[in-house]
């Protein structure tokens, strides 16, 4: 399995793009970065998008993605939750702000939505997807994907502490989670449904706890005025927990 970093922050800048991640060319998951940072040519590739949740750093790219699919004559299949579905399609693809590409073209619409359900296996474009909710804001699941060879991903999207109970359901090799701000910032977070290192600590102890390992760790979703201070907390921590813990950055590709 390989994944792609298409964009690893919350906030859109000239060197940091919208969180978005791509697997194998071909499942992509969150939108925050699909078009801008891709070809016509890859976007095509792209079958399937999974989205965490309905705020705007995570579904940027749906319209301008479907706008040149249908323009080029492709589709794709976007894969969420309910409320995520509803918010799109009430706010975005709803015939005012973009075309409603679920009807256009009336004879191979270019964006097909499935409803997810938490907790409930789901068999797509060959791998093994399992949505697994998390602490946020707004209703919001994490996406574990897992390689017709075993090999496991878990993003989280956003998600503030106490995931305990979403570590029961999952065991990757590689857990992609955020860390919007750093530690000052903690109060915050924890209020926002976010995470700073301090908080990821906790919740890497509680993986440990539960699953009787730690994984492969990546980082994204930082706030990019905060990056320089997350970076150090995230090194300590690293040390501390003797574990590999790395920041994500629009670029990284990761084999497993
Ligand atoms: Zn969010
Ligand atoms: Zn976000």
Same mark, same amino acid.
């Given at each position: 399995m390989d994944i792609q970093v298409l964009g690893a922050h919350n906030c859109e800048w000239q060197k940091t793009r919208l969180i978005s991640l791509l697997i194998d060319d071909v499942l992509a998951i969150d939108a925050g970065a699909l078009t801008s940072s891709l070809s016509l040519e890859a976007q095509q590739k792209i079958k399937a998008l999974l989205l965490t949740h309905q705020h705007y750093d995570h579904i940027k790219d749906v319209p301008t993605i479907a706008m040149n699919l249908f323009l080029s004559g492709a589709t794709i299949k976007v894969y969420t939750i309910t409320p995520v579905h509803d918010a799109l399609t009430r706010h975005l693809l709803n015939d005012e702000l973009y075309p409603d590409f679920r009807q256009q073209p009336a004879s191979n619409p270019t964006v097909r939505f499935t409803i997810i359900e938490p907790h409930q296996t789901e068999h797509i474009e060959g791998y093994t997807v399992l949505a697994v909710p998390v602490n946020h804001s707004v209703p919001?699941?994490?996406?574990?994907?897992?390689?017709?060879?075993?090999?496991?991903?878990?993003?989280?999207? &956003?998600?503030?502490?106490?995931? %305990?109970?979403?570590?029961? @359901?999952?065991? #990757?090799? $590689? +857990?992609?989670? !955020?860390?919007?701000?750093? &530690?000052?910032?903690?109060?915050? %977070?924890?209020?926002?449904? @976010?995470?700073? #290192?301090? $908080? +990821?600590?906790? !919740?890497?102890?509680?993986?440990?706890?539960?699953?009787?390992?730690?994984?492969?760790?990546?980082?994204?979703?930082?706030?990019?005025a905060l990056e320089e201070e997350i970076a150090a907390e995230i090194v300590a921590l690293a040390e501390a927990l003797g574990s590999s813990i790395t920041l994500g950055y629009a670029g990284m590709q990761i084999s497993l």
């Open positions: 919001t699941v994490g996406y574990q994907v897992t390689s017709a060879d075993g090999q496991a991903v878990f993003y989280t999207g &956003d998600t503030g502490p106490g995931l %305990a109970n979403c570590w029961r @359901h999952v065991s #990757p090799q $590689l +857990l992609i989670i !955020e860390v919007t701000a750093s &530690d000052r910032y903690t109060e915050w %977070a924890a209020d926002a449904g @976010h995470l700073t #290192p301090g $908080l +990821l600590k906790q !919740e890497l102890q509680s993986f440990g706890e539960v699953n009787g390992y730690l994984p492969r760790v990546v980082v994204v979703h930082m706030n990019p």
